[in-house]
């Protein structure tokens, strides 16, 4: 089937988009550059279980410096290029023994995430380092010479040596790798312990070196084709891979179903074969994302519903951080308790009405953006935090949100409540429709389907050169009088609606996290198995997940179109949706307080820092995050709560199930024998 589906690609290429032979080979070329990025990826999946965003960016780092050896220090290609594959080796190891190794029992959630941190850490290195060098020359998206004179022509393309050595090269290193998994001891013992870590563990296979030596060799196969691709394209400016060559990356998996290699190189070729010949022929190169996400659901629809151990055994793993405990009855009828709540609530809902007069008024748009990033957060909270669903196109929601609100009050003439109504909902049918393809297979293809629409939507779908209903990224959208009667047009108005809008949700999150609705959520997030032998049903309750996310993330789009008084183009990029992710995971992804906290952190640092330091703060922050406190910032807010609560129920002494108590406030006729261990309800003995 997965051969099949790279024929069918071609296929579709040869009937719709026909090219001359150089086209053809060129494509094959940017293929065999993606199959590279794939296969790393592949690797590491089957190593670790989970998808590594970092794996372009692993290769950027060992390649600048072959570039700053030869440009500074006037080293020959050959021993540079030498210098390179070893520090790719290096920096493989030290990823993977520094980072990697700590999230070894964590959930795989977890440490998809630590990736994506991974990869802004990694990405901020490549651009720090001709400045800490000292180079005053420009180096990032050169490209390289090559390292001799030789050219080929076929039809009416020109291919340089670079061109050559790539397609040398780039076959050697999928074939190098194919012998090696198959004939070598290290090989064999790799592909062991992908199927069952503990298993190959007990009769001995050294699996935490196994991952080092998995590890260094992804990080040589990125250098390989980031090298390959520095003498074709040019060195990556930013982060390695645009979204658009991930999405490719990430679809030849999804289409060689993630661990079978041939496959993924094959689809990997079809795929950039396809890329080339619609940017040759179609009116317009955006013509590919569609396409994409088009042949990446019906491969979902095609495919057989979690049939392969590999999405058996990763279902599990793919379940959220700490979750938040209520606080417990008899504590909450505590008059200190009870006073406590309502001095904090009362003196935030103080701050909040009195921020926006005393900040001026570029500050007090921006606490407003802070406010509409959170409700977009909270849209994460509840598709990962109480869902379990990895989504990666919470921005393609976020720009349909948008472009329905700025249509809704600028050309129809609603009340921009009438219009947060309509965008909620056509974010929720969209949202629905999107979910349904993934749940044919577990594990990480939602994430694929929703990056891929994400990608499909802001370059086409809303894209006014396709679709002349779409409003164009000049168009001024005015605020009109709320219900008629409220003026709304000014930064103070906006921020009191957001302000609102923020409040109503947060709310409305916390019925529904007390409903049975979510306590469905948490139990198919935690135990599908289970919660199924309940009567529960595991389609219609994703699916509910979808719709909210969907809604809240719309009703985002639609408040900021009418912050911002127009749709613009750079908030809705796909590469926003990473971001987005990463804000929810440094916050907490459980709680939605973790939203707000995440959206002040995250929107900060883009608002006060330069941007290689904006790569620093988000990398650093994520893996600082993850590797310390898993709950995210909202989860540590809920620890000091609970500490607190601890105390009090040991001074008051009464039962606190669930809380770690405080050593400071223990009562002294507790014996050591009696102190639970971390996963046991604490009980204090009067």
Not at 317 to 330: F, K, N
Not at 645 to 657: D, F, S
């Amino acid at each position: 089937m997965p051969y099949l589906l790279a024929a069918a690609i071609v296929l579709i290429q040869q009937l719709f988009f026909g090219v001359p032979l150089g086209i053809f080979v060129r494509g094959i070329i940017v293929g065999l550059l993606t199959a590279l990025i794939a296969m790393g990826m592949a690797l590491t999946y089957r190593s670790n279980r989970f998808v590594n965003f970092a794996q372009g960016d692993l290769g950027t780092v060992p390649v600048v410096l072959m570039v700053m050896l030869m440009s500074a220090w006037g080293w020959s290609y050959g021993l540079a290029l030498g210098a390179g594959i070893v520090g790719a080796v290096v920096l493989g190891a030290v990823v993977e023994l520094v980072i990697i190794r700590r999230f070894f029992k964590s959930p795989r959630l977890l440490l998809t995430v630590a990736s994506l941190g991974l990869a802004q850490l990694l990405a901020a290195s490549a651009l720090l380092m001709p400045k800490l060098w000292g180079a005053t020359f420009p180096l990032l998206g050169k490209r390289l010479d090559p390292p001799f004179d030789a050219e080929l022509s076929i039809g009416t393309v020109v291919f340089n040596a670079n061109d050559m050595i790539a397609v040398v090269v780039a076959p050697i290193a999928l074939i190098a790798l194919a012998l090696f998994l198959r004939r070598s001891n290290f090989g064999v013992a790799i592909r062991a312990s992908a199927d069952s870590a503990d298993r190959a563990a007990l009769l001995g296979v050294p699996v935490k070196r196994l991952q080092t030596v998995v590890w260094s060799i992804s990080a040589v196969l990125a250098f390989t084709a980031i090298f390959l691709r520095a003498g074709i394209v040019g060195l990556p400016i930013a982060s390695a891979l645009s979204v658009g060559v991930l999405l490719r990356a990430l679809g030849a998996l999804v289409l060689g179903r993630m661990t079978n290699l041939p496959a993924i190189a094959a689809n990997a070729v079809a795929l950039g074969v396809l890329e080339v010949a619609v940017s040759f022929t179609a009116d317009s190169p955006l013509y590919l994302d569609p396409i994409l996400a088009a042949i990446i659901v019906t491969a979902l629809f095609l495919s057989r519903r979690g049939a392969e151990r590999v999405d058996e055994g990763s279902v599990s793993t793919w379940r959220s951080a700490d979750d938040v405990r209520p606080i417990p009855a008899e504590l909450a009828r505590l008059p200190v308790v009870r006073i406590a709540r309502f001095s904090l609530g009362a003196a935030c809902a103080i701050a909040l009405v009195v921020l926006p007069n005393v900040l001026s008024v570029d500050r007090s748009l921006k606490a407003s953006a802070l406010g509409i990033y959170a409700i977009l957060g909270l849209s994460i909270v509840v598709l990962t935090g109480w869902a379990g669903q990895i989504s990666l196109g919470q921005i393609a929601f976020f720009a349909i949100g948008a472009t329905f609100g700025a249509k809704a009050t600028e050309e129809w003439g609603l009340d921009l409540s009438l219009a947060l109504l309509l965008s909620a909902a056509v974010g929720a049918v969209v949202a629905v429709a999107v979910g349904l393809p993934a749940l044919r297979r577990r594990g990480f293809y939602l994430a694929v389907t929703t990056l891929a629409f994400s990608l499909a939507t802001t370059s086409y779908f809303l894209n006014p050169d396709f679709f002349g209903w779409v409003p164009t990224p000049s168009q001024r959208i005015p605020r009109p009088p709320l219900f008629g009667k409220i003026d709304i047009d000014s930064p103070t108005g906006m921020y009191y609606v957001v302000l609102v809008v923020l409040v109503g949700c947060l709310f409305g999150l916390r019925g529904v996290r007390e409903s049975r609705t979510g306590r469905a959520l948490l139990a198919m997030r935690d135990n599908e198995r289970g919660a199924q032998a309940y009567g529960l049903n595991a389609t219609r309750t994703r699916l509910v997940a979808f719709a909210l996310s969907g809604a809240l993330a719309s009703l985002a789009g639609c408040l900021f179109v009418h912050h911002q008084q127009a749709v613009g183009t750079q908030p809705y990029r796909p590469f926003e949706s990473l971001l987005v992710f990463t804000m929810v995971i440094i916050g907490g992804v459980t709680t939605p307080i973790g939203a707000v906290l995440g959206a002040l952190y995250v929107q900060g640092t883009q608002w006060f820092l330069p941007t290689e330091w904006q790569f620093v703060a988000s990398g650093v922050g994520v893996l600082a995050i993850l590797l310390v406190l898993p709950g995210g910032l909202g989860g540590l807010v809920y620890r000091l709560r609970d500490r607190w609560l601890a105390h009090v129920a040991v001074t008051h002494k009464i039962e606190a199930p669930g809380l770690a108590a405080s050593t400071a406030g223990r009562a002294s006729d507790i014996a050591v024998d009696e102190i639970p261990l971390a996963d046991e309800p604490v009980v204090i003995h009067p």
